[in-house]
């Protein structure tokens, strides 16, 4: 009997939409504050572009020169014909701005945390992993083979009672967390978290995605934020948020970085970052560490969002940056909500489940929201819920 081999994928996105699980594209013009949809404008309050950069001008203009320069793609792996000078530029430039020995990029933060994690650790060793961590980090985690253990939610308690009784079944061992958690906005309590490190013997790997840029006093992250500049840990992140590009990398000692190019394997057998998103980020970079009025104005946002939604009593979960969170009850009041906005004309969707443990509106600020831009969405949230 022939039966159809593809047909389990008809059922499966049925399971998918009966679930209220089911999502789509939506089309938006380009990046910025205000943002076309369908012909309609929206205030964006759904970006991770929180300095404004994807949009600017001189991120722009270098794409632009680099393209002239170098063409549009870097045709090789960067250890065959895909290297380039300006790849090197923007490796110093990610070290200077996070004070490590070196820096290397990858292809997206995805492919990075993919890449370096699986570099590190294997089957004889341990990982252990903040239950509300990114995709990439628990996929990472999966593709080493390493044992890996959950720990509760920034629960330094629970973490220290899984390395006393696991530690020391395994050879290695490597905590992955993120530092500004992209679904909630809360940060990890890193000091305390790089103390039980030291004392377990375990190597710590950071996902600064959404804290470079925005966390920090220069924009270098949470470790700037928390004083804990120069300690031994590895650092990855994003080029595609604050920085406004494509792209992912690690920062860290000259030896790690040396070891990834040798022993990453999405590094070594994929095509070096385009010329454009290079250039687009080294000057995204000079913008971070030479415009701190950004970043100041990003707080400034922030600081009164949470005090008009204060004046409403609505309930947000914990925050310590731009990523805002609206608790909801469930699915369907979550999707009622994010619909309610955007007739409103306001850009800020439901985040649900299996995202997110629960159904929630996530809100990002960015600098480039104007005051008014700010009292319309808090306006509009005590409204409707
Ligand atoms: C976005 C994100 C990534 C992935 O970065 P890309 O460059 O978009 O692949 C990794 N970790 C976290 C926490 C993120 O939010």
């Known amino acids: 009997m022939m039966t159809n081999a593809y047909a389990w994928i008809d059922q499966s996105l049925a399971t998918i939409h009966k679930a209220g699980w089911h999502r789509s594209m939506t089309t938006i013009d380009r990046p910025g504050a205000i943002v076309q949809i369908e012909g309609r404008s929206f205030l964006n309050f759904a970006s991770n572009d929180y300095l404004g950069l994807a949009g600017d001008d001189r991120l722009i203009q270098a794409a632009i020169a680099a393209t002239q320069t170098y063409g549009t793609g870097s045709t090789g792996s960067r250890l065959i014909t895909g290297h380039r000078k300006l790849h090197r530029e923007l490796e110093c430039a990610i070290a200077r701005l996070k004070q490590t020995e070196d820096a290397i990029v990858f292809s997206s933060g995805y492919l990075a945390?993919?890449?370096?994690?699986?570099?590190?650790v294997g089957k004889r060793d341990l990982i252990l992993s903040d239950q509300y961590n990114h995709s990439s980090l628990r996929t990472g985690a999966i593709v080493s083979g390493a044992t890996t253990l959950n720990y509760a939610h920034c629960d330094l308690q629970d973490l220290r009672t899984k390395l006393t009784q696991q530690r020391s079944h395994f050879q290695r061992c490597l905590i992955l967390t993120d530092?500004?958690?992209s679904m909630e906005g809360d940060l990890c309590p890193l000091p305390q978290l790089l103390d039980l490190a030291d004392e377990f013997s375990c190597m710590v790997l950071v996902d600064e995605a959404h804290a470079t840029?925005?966390?920090?006093?220069?924009?270098?992250?949470?470790?700037?934020?928390f004083g804990c500049t120069g300690r031994s840990l590895i650092q990855m992140g994003t080029l595609s948020k604050s920085l406004g590009s494509l792209g992912g990398y690690v920062a860290g000692s000259t030896t790690l970085i040396d070891f990834l190019r040798n022993r990453a394997a999405s590094w070594i057998y994929t095509t070096g970052l385009s010329p454009a998103d290079t250039a687009a980020a080294i000057a995204a970079i000079a913008i971070v560490q030479h415009e701190p009025q950004r970043r100041e104005k990003l707080w400034q946002n922030v600081a009164l969002f949470k005090q008009l939604i204060e004046q409403h009593s609505l309930e947000l979960l914990p925050s310590e940056s731009p990523i805002v969170c609206l608790q909801l009850?469930?699915?369907?009041t979550a999707l009622r909500v994010g619909q309610t906005l955007k007739d409103?004309?306001?850009?800020?969707?439901a985040i649900r489940p299996p995202t997110v443990p629960t159904s929630r509106i996530r809100v990002t600020i960015m600098a480039t929201h104007d005051r008014e831009h700010i009292e319309q969405?808090?306006?509009s949230l005590s409204c409707v819920v």
Request: proline share 5%; net charge negative.
């Open 344 to 349: 409103a004309g306001i850009f800020a969707p």
């Open 329 to 332: 009850p469930d699915i369907e």
């Open 179 to 181: 530092t500004v958690f």
């Open 213 to 225: 840029g925005v966390m920090g006093k220069t924009g270098a992250g949470c470790l700037e934020h």
């Open 377 to 379: 969405l808090a306006t």
């Open 113 to 120: 945390n993919l890449g370096t994690i699986a570099a590190i």
